[in-house]
């Protein structure tokens, strides 16, 4: 099938490599051409506008970090959805609100392109692995479409019901995930303060039953205070913020999401912002 795939980030590389890889011919655009090297070296056709990635092809995806860089490629300046045939279909698996998907299925269906919204749990590793899970929302029909490529990239396909229930899901559990993390960087930050140390403290929290079991992942980072990024701390930020605001749409109060963005936010301005999202943890540790 000839597949369209922009943003090449941290996951859209690896996603789009497992496409290449099962045998689709692939043609690829990110804002920062460099990151589609490996890519086409690999195969793929590399272009240099959104439109141009969506010329002749049935199928286009995009990875990209936030609603506003979506609205960008979709809509700016030589944007990709002006540009996709019409009866196209366009999944964005971008982590975004559910407002926004919602939106974005309504630009596209005013040129006659189907729409899903289909976001990952996973981070690099499971994605290189191709063994992402997709959050879906969209119609079954366009999903049942779509699925022997989304087998290449992930292993496990959730519909979730209509548009915007795949991004409402995906933001239900990165809520979660930049809570437990920030929290528990302040039990290491206490603990410490008390006079364990961080491999003490490691050791005893780490696969027990309160802490997030994600942290195993983190314990190298944690110990070395090295934090290449897995998951940029600014999109955890970002998601945290998603949350806040959909909470605001919905009327729900949500004061401990709040109060972990807020950890999030001060990790950012702090030069943490490209970083792996659980270097939220130095915010204590430089203070002691
Ligand atoms: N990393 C993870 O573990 C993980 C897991 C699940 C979901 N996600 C979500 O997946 C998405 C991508 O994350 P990532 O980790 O791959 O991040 P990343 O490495 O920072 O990649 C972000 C992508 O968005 C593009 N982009 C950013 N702003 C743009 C703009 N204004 N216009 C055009 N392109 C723009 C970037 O282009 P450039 O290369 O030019 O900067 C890049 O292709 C995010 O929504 C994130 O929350 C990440």
Not at 2 to 8: A, C, E, I, P, T
Not at 73 to 81: E, I, R, T
């Amino acid at each position: 099938m000839n597949v369209g795939f922009v943003g090449l980030g941290i996951m859209g590389v690896r996603m789009a490599g497992n496409l290449l890889r099962g045998g689709h011919s692939l043609v690829v655009f990110n804002r920062t051409p460099e990151k589609s090297r490996p890519l086409e070296t690999a195969g793929a056709r590399a272009v240099r506008t959104p439109a141009e990635a969506a010329r002749g092809v049935s199928l286009l995806f995009t990875m990209l970090s936030t609603p506003d860089a979506v609205t960008s490629m979709a809509l700016g300046k030589d944007g990709f959805l002006g540009a996709l045939t019409r009866g196209s279909l366009w999944i964005d698996c971008s982590s975004v609100d559910p407002s926004f998907s919602r939106h974005m299925a309504l630009e596209a269906s005013r040129l006659a392109v189907r729409f899903m919204d289909a976001p990952v749990t996973g981070s690099l590793a499971v994605a290189e692995k191709g063994e992402l899970t997709f959050l879906a929302g969209g119609d079954a029909a366009d999903l049942k479409e779509a699925r022997p490529l989304l087998q290449l990239m992930g292993k496990t396909i959730r519909h979730l019901g209509p548009v915007g229930m795949g991004s409402a899901m995906k933001m239900i559990i990165n809520m979660q995930l930049g809570a437990l993390m920030a929290a528990f960087s302040e039990a290491l930050a206490l603990g410490e303060s008390l006079g364990f140390s961080r491999t003490i403290l490691l050791d005893t929290l780490v696969g027990g039953p309160v802490a997030g079991p994600f942290l195993a992942g983190k314990r190298t980072k944690l110990e070395t205070h090295a934090y290449e990024p897995e998951f940029p701390l600014r999109w955890q930020q970002k998601d945290l913020h998603l949350a806040c605001t959909t909470a605001w749409e919905q009327g729900v109060p949500m004061p401990v999401i709040n109060a972990a963005k807020e950890a999030f936010m001060a990790a950012a301005a702090d030069g943490m912002a490209d970083l792996d999202f659980s270097a939220v943890a130095e915010l204590h540790v430089r203070k002691h």
